[in-house]
């Protein structure tokens, strides 16, 4: 095709060849694929379900204002209708048991494996800056990073009540303001505000496609899978939920990157930052 449209032109390149290289597509497709990103999405959706589900069910559990426990969550989190987040609470233990059952020292235990969550997502956006690992001695961000991720988790469910459209204007402000903190927070500073906007913004559109996308998809498979494999089938959709989660994490914060040193106003020379290192 790239011979045909140049000879089409006279041995110069043609419209089609002249658009695919303004827009830089190819880029941003070698960049995914330096990133691993499909197997970065599976790392954290076995890390989401491994380690911060346990510790989010406790927390759920353990919830003063009563919010229906994890799987409330979850299926508010995945916008599944009634019949689905039904099928849902049947798999987790009710609260009473999970609360009776985790001693102090075994929830400490869940909130330093949630650790490893925040490890991971800090460093994809290491990888995606071109930015070598951080110390050990930084692990404290992720733990912050961590009861951040579980407040803005515990905020949401707070405000599932409110009418729809308030709704979705206040969790669209106050996500894009997570991950924008959070890659600034995770990176230590090292990459400026306003160079992380973009992806921020992107994660976010690109969660609000996950949930519509799940509303439409997951939710006759939640109820399917129940009937077919039991919890089994349950969780392999809820993995997959996560895994859709994964890739809009690491891939907003990758479309970012590459948009901002692709497609910016000022940009007039090739960033070094444009390939991963």
Not at 74 to 79: R, V
Not at 92 to 121: C, D, E, Q, Y
Not at 175 to 182: D, K, N, P
Not at 268 to 277: A, F, G, V
Request: charged share 15%.
């Amino acid at each position: 095709m790239r011979r045909r449209t140049a000879r089409a032109a006279g041995g110069q390149p043609g419209p089609l060849l002249r658009a695919w290289r303004r827009l830089a597509a190819y880029a941003l497709i070698r960049q995914a694929r330096d990133l691993e990103l499909m197997h970065r999405a599976l790392g954290f959706a076995t890390l989401a379900l491994v380690t911060l589900a346990p510790l989010l069910i406790v927390i759920a559990a353990a919830d003063p204002l009563g919010r229906g426990g994890f799987a409330s969550w979850l299926a508010d989190g995945m916008g599944l209708p009634d019949r689905s987040a039904r099928v849902l609470t049947d798999i987790f233990s009710p609260p009473p048991k999970v609360v009776g059952s985790t001693s102090v020292l075994g929830g400490i235990t869940l909130a330093l494996f949630g650790v490893a969550l925040g490890g991971s997502v800090q460093n994809g956006y290491e990888r995606i800056w071109g930015l070598p690992a951080g110390p050990w001695h930084r692990v404290w961000r992720q733990g912050v990073w961590l009861v951040a991720l579980t407040a803005y988790l515990y905020q949401e469910v707070l405000t599932r009540d409110l009418p729809g459209g308030v709704r979705i204007a206040l969790s669209s402000v106050l996500g894009a303001l997570f991950f924008w903190w959070g890659q600034h927070f995770l990176l230590g500073g090292q990459i400026v505000w306003r160079r992380l906007l973009p992806g921020a913004l992107a994660t976010m559109i690109g969660l609000v496609g996950l949930r519509g996308f799940s509303y439409y998809v997951f939710t006759p498979l939640i109820v399917t899978n129940a009937i077919s494999y039991g919890a089994v089938g349950i969780v392999l959709v809820v993995e997959s939920w996560l895994i859709g989660v994964g890739f809009v994490v690491h891939g907003g914060a990758l479309f970012g990157h590459w948009l901002l040193h692709h497609h910016s106003p000022g940009r007039k020379h090739r960033s070094p930052w444009t390939r991963i290192r």
